[in-house]
């Protein structure tokens, strides 16, 4: 204000104080400290803040997943729909879309333990979607996939060391456990198969078998006694879960005549029963209905794969890949499809009838699995199946050096994986470098400690480090051998015959002691296999001829004295 030094002139006229308005103003002055309290409290919050985040839905974890899927993240999008299962637990379709994901992912595991437990948690989300949604023809055609799928994971006929069993026992005279049921994990989820339920005081537990014996099995380090009244079973579940298969097909086509999803599933469990014609006959029909059938468009792969898959078992390898090339259009980021369009190119390879036309093939199948990789390498997957099928395609070609490159490459992804070690021993023996298939084969069969893997991983340069020393010890991790099965035969009857090159070799002088090991547990098994048979004969009469007594030098060149297995087929 101004300061004139005149005299202030004051109104004279002054109103009362309206009561009105000291009523507001004392409302709003109680308001204020009722404000104040509750944003001391917390109550309030300030203006401007920022909004608390909000609560995902479970069509949002779906619409992830299904964004995973497309992308070729198959992991990712399984741990999507587990999140959408979470939020809507009620819902079946969940439940069927999750199990389709983790179906089509255990494509893409590398040994069959992984598989077949993939496979355990789709059988139990379809189920669960089937018992959701009981009315719902889509939940039957997955069943079908799943089931089917299942089914041609299930190549055991017979408990062997290294399997994953249920064990139900009880305590008897010296705190000993006595098995009453021995089984194959996951044989008790079908109710056909389903065992009784534990009576009181026996104790039920899963683990590894170590070791098998007359009187007593090891499991998991401890000893459980068998008696002739202990069930052990052992039965392969392939039939049972055809079955099943084929009567969800048969329930979606019920419930939906026009599900050509299902009907196509169906066609891909023709196949596994070995019925290729009417496989052939249905997949045909599914093709042509496809255009005139109401089908999401996402499914479209689905039918071209089985479509493939159908022709693929029918020899007809050149209109398989057209197949598996119109899956890609509809799904160009899912890694297995190029996996199988590439194998495809190798059997067509394979039979090449002039060296131009060969090489061109294996360009193609080459041209595939690299597209994996780089699929892969966007994602920052570590997958070491393109790097496998890498490998197998140059072995085949006669480069043993670039194959064991690649199959190195998925021993670094995967370094406890004993299935990966064999293959890469397999190439050292064909490139007839027997020091390295021996230590390989030997962690692959027998198994090997963290020291000892570490130390093979740096003696083959796979690590930049020296045999032995601490940084061999971190780098290594403890691998579990594989048993002696079907599926791994091939590889024990190679180590057999790489350990008889170094028969008399002084430097080697066990070399004949550890091939006989072999030797003796695969006629034990396999002794009327008449390839088998030759191969060990062979092996034998190495190791006891005379010149096993003096030193020799395999690793200088000269052809094989005993039977060179074929490469594997895997």
């Known amino acids: 204000m101004r300061l004139t030094g005149e005299k202030l002139t004051l109104s004279e006229n002054r109103g009362r104080s309206s009561p009105w308005r000291i009523t507001l103003l004392l409302a709003l002055i109680v308001g204020g400290f009722l404000v104040l309290r509750a944003w001391r409290s917390g109550q309030v919050q300030p203006l401007f803040s920022p909004t608390p985040t909000p609560t995902r839905t479970s069509i949002s974890y779906s619409e992830e997943a299904e964004a995973h899927f497309s992308a070729g993240n198959l992991p990712a999008a399984i741990a999507a729909y587990q999140q959408a299962v979470e939020k809507e637990p009620d819902n079946g379709r969940l439940w069927a879309e999750m199990a389709r994901v983790q179906t089509y992912a255990s494509d893409l595991l590398t040994t069959l333990a992984e598989r077949r437990a993939l496979l355990t948690q789709a059988r139990e989300a379809i189920n669960r979607a089937v018992e959701l949604a009981p009315d719902d023809s889509y939940g039957y055609a997955v069943r079908t996939l799943v089931y089917d799928w299942s089914a041609t994971s299930e190549v055991k006929d017979e408990i062997t060391v290294g399997d994953l069993v249920r064990v139900t026992a009880s305590v008897i005279e010296g705190g000993r ?90 066609a891909e469990v023709l196949v596994d029963q070995g019925n290729v014609t009417s496989a052939a006959d249905l997949a045909t029909t599914v093709i042509d209905r496809t255009a005139e059938l109401p089908l999401d468009p996402k499914y479209l792969m689905d039918i071209y794969r089985v479509y493939a898959t159908v022709l693929e078992n029918q020899g007809n390898y050149v209109s398989a890949i057209e197949q598996y090339r119109r899956a890609t259009e509809i799904a160009p980021n899912l890694t297995f499809l190029y996996l199988h369009i590439g194998a495809n190119y190798r059997t067509l390879a394979a039979a090449a009838p002039n060296p131009v036309s060969r090489r061109e093939l294996v360009d193609l199948a080459l041209e595939n699995f690299e597209k994996a990789t780089r699929i892969n390498d966007q994602l920052g997957i570590e997958d070491p199946n393109p790097y496998l099928a890498i490998g197998r395609t140059y072995m085949q070609d006669g480069e043993f050096f670039i194959a064991a490159l690649n199959i190195e490459r998925a021993v670094e992804i995967d370094p406890t994986n004993a299935e990966i070690y064999a293959r890469l021993a397999s190439v050292y023996f064909q490139a007839r470098n027997y020091e390295s298939s021996i230590l390989t084969f030997k962690c692959a069969l027998d198994g090997c400690s963290q020291q000892e893997t570490g130390d093979l991983l740096c003696g083959l340069g ?60 695969l006629i034990e098994k ?30 200088a060149g000269g052809e094989p004295s005993v039977l060179t297995p074929t490469p594997l087929t895997r």
Do not use: M
Not at 234 to 253: C, G, M, P, Y
Not at 470 to 483: D, I, M, S, T
């Open 526 to 555: 396999y002794g009327t296999d008449p390839l088998i048979s030759t191969i060990v004969n062979e092996g034998r009469q190495v190791c006891a001829a005379p010149s096993a007594d003096q030193a020799t030098t395999p690793s």
């Open 462 to 521: 796979i690590y930049l480090c020296e045999p032995g020393s601490n940084q061999a010890l971190e780098a290594g991790q403890p691998v579990r051998g594989l048993p002696l099965t079907d599926e791994s035969v091939e590889y024990y009857y190679t180590y057999g015959s790489a350990l008889t090159f170094y028969a008399g070799d002084r430097d080697h002088p066990e070399a004949c002691v550890d091939a006989e090991r072999i030797f003796q547990a």
């Open 177 to 266: 456990l006595q098995a009453s049921v021995i089984e194959l994990e996951g044989s008790g989820e079908l109710t056909s198969s389903t065992p009784a339920p534990a009576a009181e005081g026996d104790e039920s537990f899963t683990g590894i078998v170590d070791a098998i014996g007359v009187e007593g099995w090891v499991i998991d380090g401890r000893t459980i006694y068998i008696s002739p009244l202990t069930l052990i079973r052992e039965k392969n579940r392939r039939v049972t879960f055809l079955a099943e298969a084929d009567q969800s097909a048969i329930r979606a086509n019920q419930l939906d005549p026009e599900n050509i999803l299902a009907i196509a599933y169906r």
